[in-house]
């Protein structure tokens, strides 16, 4: 009896493997399998063409989506990875840097606004004192004036 020996995530080892044709699971609409992954852009030169079909462990019944894919491309795929990844190393630092930095401008934002708010009251506390002095001129002006 023939089979397909393929690793096996699940067990972590290779073994024995059913292949059962993508287009028997799910609502795969091409039935030669053939299929094109595309990165969005809509550029014909940038699509890949893969090979796709299902593979279920024998051993432990895990079922997974197989791509056959060119060997040439896989690597070339891998090494433009590689090199984004390398590319963006400290983006993610970056990213953090610019949050912290827009949660401490919020953070001044709202201390202004507090200070702006105390500021106000402040100036409310002298205008009824002054109201209160001016008061007491008007009073003595009167009294000077009735002298
Ligand atoms: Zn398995």
């Not at 039935?31 to 595309?38: E, I």
């Not at 550029?43 to 462990?57: D, S, V």
């Not at 953070?107 to 001016?134: C, M, N, P, W």
């Amino acid at each position: 009896m023939g089979g397909t020996l393929k690793w096996c995530k699940n067990c972590k080892s290779l073994q024995m493997v059913k292949i059962i044709p993508a287009e028997k699971y799910d609502n795969f609409s091409s039935k030669s399998r053939n299929f094109w992954f595309d990165n969005g852009s809509g550029e014909e030169e940038n699509r890949i063409h893969y090979f796709q079909r299902k593979a279920r462990c024998l051993h432990c019944d895990h079922e997974w989506c197989t791509v056959e894919y060119d060997y040439v491309d896989m690597v070339n795929l891998t090494l433009s990875y590689k090199d984004l990844i390398k590319k963006n190393v400290g983006l993610k630092d970056k990213i953090k840097s610019y949050k912290d930095v827009v949660a401490s401008m919020e953070k001044t934002q709202i201390s202004l606004t507090i200070d702006y708010e105390h500021k106000k009251g402040e100036l409310r506390e002298l205008a009824k004192a002054f109201k209160v002095i001016l008061n007491h001129i008007d009073r003595i002006e009167e009294l000077e004036g009735s002298i």
